[in-house]
């Protein structure tokens, strides 16, 4: 049999390192070539009608190039992000497209063949036990969580549970290593740093060997991911082929694994359980995974391609002309609103389509452009607008397509981890809803908050859960790395708006200061009254910068006869600040905790940081200290400001802020101003405040 596994084009085969579908075409290569039989892994460029017995591809572009060729084929379709976009999106009706046209396609997870209407067979991935297979590791147990993390333009989304598997491991004062490519993983940690801390180490773009090697010298993989198109994916089998007991979500297939949500004190749990039964779990990993070797599963696909070739030439020349015959129909047109607005044209006919998108308050054609079948058309905006779409035949033929979300599936989506942000934010998400009557889902970082509360929303933890998505919004600062802002994802410069108004430009809302609601917490109860405070922030220019400000602070109020909590999280000494004296540190809390903590409390005093947002939202009484930004960058009810408005100030408000520098002063750095806004805030400026509040 002359077999083609057609090269994706983007990395080498084999891989050096990451490319899980490249290692797939290769173990492929390898496993027929044993079985006697030429396997040559071409271009798409390279391929030629009636060259081999058997195509073999592995992307939905490339299948229907190869239909438009009249070459048939087999097509794997190893793309998460398909089941993740939903069934009404053009990502689907492609990959489906590609399948209802091939001789058999094949999809590498169960839970996808029902997903693509029963049409594709399965076909486990495999792996090479001989190759991983180690003896067992001795104390001290280590964690190790391997991937490729995020999704196609959102580097930041924990699609492979980092977040979950780290805070589980600080939680456990365990160490733990995360593997993977540079691209993906860098954008997150990098936007994510607070994650970073001793016992994290973080290793960028191993080769196949160095991936082995850290395979054998850790002791469990921690893979709490949210969503894979292999049941099990690569990563868990090489794992368990190494020995390590896996703890992942339910992708695991038939391959047994520990069980765990995509929440922290579950998956500490989980670890606590495999440490206390880890000769058990190893044995059940290494012995389950013997039915992944790449001999048998590549002996499936064998028997699927001989399937293949048991036609005859006259019905496999029938066979096409069919698929031709009953596809030669009319184009179809397809609408979507999720990530902003888009036009797909499908089908075999040759025709050229004029499309407009109209903006229907302005009445203003924002884009307008033409496309032939098999091409799409998308205008850059991103941020809600009432759309009409309106695509038009040569013949004069319209389609015209008003957006109307009542009654439809519509996501938002909050980019930010920040509980400032999620707090800030999340009391608009029920204004959309009564807007617009949509059945609304929403993903945050923090949903566990606010399910009680805004109980007519759909919180979802994994966004590919939502079938049938109609619109979709992402709620963020967004940046473009050549010209600052991306004013296609913001309406405004967001540093010069209420931090609220960023919600409210991307919506369609109209802007005025909503507290947000929580959960019910309990009030946490102690012997003796006291007071919350936060001196820690994610710049130098957001702190309390006079020296003995906090200290004068802490001092007065325990004379008054307060104890004094402070809730940041980070160490004394964290980028050079001290923390005072007298304190009593909150260490190791969940926020939900903090919150009755917060609720417990005479009062709260704080800067700039999510920590204010929060007692904001519980109603304790505050005292924010800020010179950083202007007062209507923050919340501006229900709180006292101090701000020294007779020295330089605001500077959040006039700059782009640089978040690589922590050190950032526009005006003032490396000079004896540096920082003046809040150095020159004394105690004796926020001293009548806090004593009026101790007496309420």
């Known amino acids: 049999m002359k077999i083609a596994q057609i090269h994706l084009g983007l990395l080498p085969i084999p891989p050096n390192g990451w490319g899980a579908v490249e290692k797939i075409i290769w173990e492929y290569k390898t496993e027929l070539e044993k079985l006697g039989h030429q396997v040559d892994i071409p271009y798409m460029n390279e391929i030629k009608k009636g060259e081999y017995d058997i195509v073999h591809v592995h992307t939905w572009n490339q299948a229907l190039e190869l239909y438009s060729m009249g070459i048939p084929y087999v097509y794997t379709c190893h793309d998460h992000h398909v089941y993740l976009a939903g069934k009404d999106t053009q990502l689907y009706r492609d990959n489906l497209l590609a399948m209802k046209l091939a001789e058999t396609a094949i999809v590498p997870a169960k839970y996808l063949i029902e997903y693509f209407d029963g049409i594709p067979v399965y076909l486990e991935h495999g792996v090479r036990v001989d190759h991983f297979y180690k003896n067992i590791q001795s104390e001290p147990i280590k964690l190790l969580c391997v991937g490729n993390n995020g999704l196609i333009h959102d580097t930041n989304f924990d ?139 590549v002996s499936k696909l064998y028997f699927i391609y001989d399937d293949i070739l048991k036609r005859t030439m006259k019905s496999s020349v029938l066979h096409v002309y069919e698929k031709v015959r009953k596809n030669k129909n009319e184009n179809t047109v397809n609408i979507s609103f999720t990530d902003g607005s888009c036009v797909t044209i499908n089908g075999q006919q040759p025709i050229q389509y004029d499309i407009k998108f109209i903006d229907t308050d302005t009445n203003v054609t924002l884009y307008e452009t033409t496309i032939k079948n098999n091409s799409w058309a998308k205008p850059n905006r991103k941020w809600f607008t009432n759309w009409k779409i309106v695509v038009t035949e040569p013949n004069g033929k319209t389609i015209e397509h008003v957006m109307n979300l009542k009654d439809k599936n519509v996501l938002i ?237 605001g500077c959040f408000a006039k700059h782009l802020f640089d978040r690589g520098d922590w050190n950032w002063c526009p005006e003032h750095k490396g000079t004896e101003r540096q920082f003046e806004c809040t150095k020159t805030i004394t105690f004796d400026m926020v001293k009548p405040h806090v004593e009026k509040l101790l007496k309420l």
């Open 413 to 649: 989506f909050f980019d930010s981890k920040s509980i400032g942000d999620t707090f800030a934010w999340i009391p608009y998400v029920q204004e959309f809803k009564k807007k617009h009557d949509c059945n609304l889902y929403v993903f945050t970082f923090h949903n566990n908050l606010f399910r009680d509360v805004y109980s007519d929303i759909n919180f979802v933890d994994d966004v590919g859960i939502i079938k049938d998505l109609y619109a979709s919004y992402k709620i963020g600062w967004f940046f473009n790395m050549d010209n600052g802002y991306d004013f296609n994802m913001n309406k405004n410069e967001t540093h010069k708006i209420p931090l609220q108004q960023t919600i409210t430009d991307i919506l369609g809302l109209e802007y005025t200061e909503i507290k947000p609601k929580v959960k019910d917490l309990p009030v946490y109860k102690s012997d003796k009254p006291y007071i919350c405070i936060a001196i820690h922030s994610t710049a130098q220019a957001k702190y309390w910068n006079n020296p003995t400000g906090w200290q004068e602070l802490v001092g007065y109020v325990k004379s008054q006869g307060y104890d004094v909590y402070l809730l940041s999280k980070e160490e004394d000494g964290y980028m050079g600040n001290k923390q005072p004296e007298g304190v009593i540190k909150i260490n190791n809390k969940s926020l939900e905790e903090i919150g009755s903590i917060l609720k417990g409390s005479k009062m709260f005093v704080g800067i700039g940081s999510g920590l204010s947002w929060y007692a904001w939202t519980l109603n304790v009484p505050m005292v924010l200290i800020s010179g950083f930004s202007e007062p209507f960058n923050e919340m501006k009810t229900d709180v006292v400001r101090i701000i020294n408005e007779d020295v330089c100030h």
């Open 159 to 297: 699609r492979k549970g980092f977040v979950y598997a780290i805070e589980a491991a600080k939680k456990l004062n365990m160490s733990i290593t995360v593997v993977g490519p540079t691209k993906n993983n860098k954008d997150f940690f990098d936007k994510y740093s607070e994650l970073l801390s001793s016992n994290v180490t973080v290793k960028y773009d191993l080769t196949d060997d160095e991936l082995i090697e850290n395979y054998k010298n850790h002791s469990i993989l921690v893979h709490a991911t949210s969503i894979e198109a292999g049941h099990p994916p690569l990563t868990i089998l090489e794992a368990a082929a190494s020995g390590l007991p896996v703890i992942t979500t339910d992708c695991s297939g038939d391959l047994h694994t520990t069980t765990v949500k995509r929440d922290v004190d579950d998956v500490v749990k989980k670890i606590q359980y495999v440490i206390e039964n880890y000769t058990e779990e190893r044995n059940k990993t290494i012995d389950s995974v013997k039915k992944f070797y790449w001999k048998p599963v």
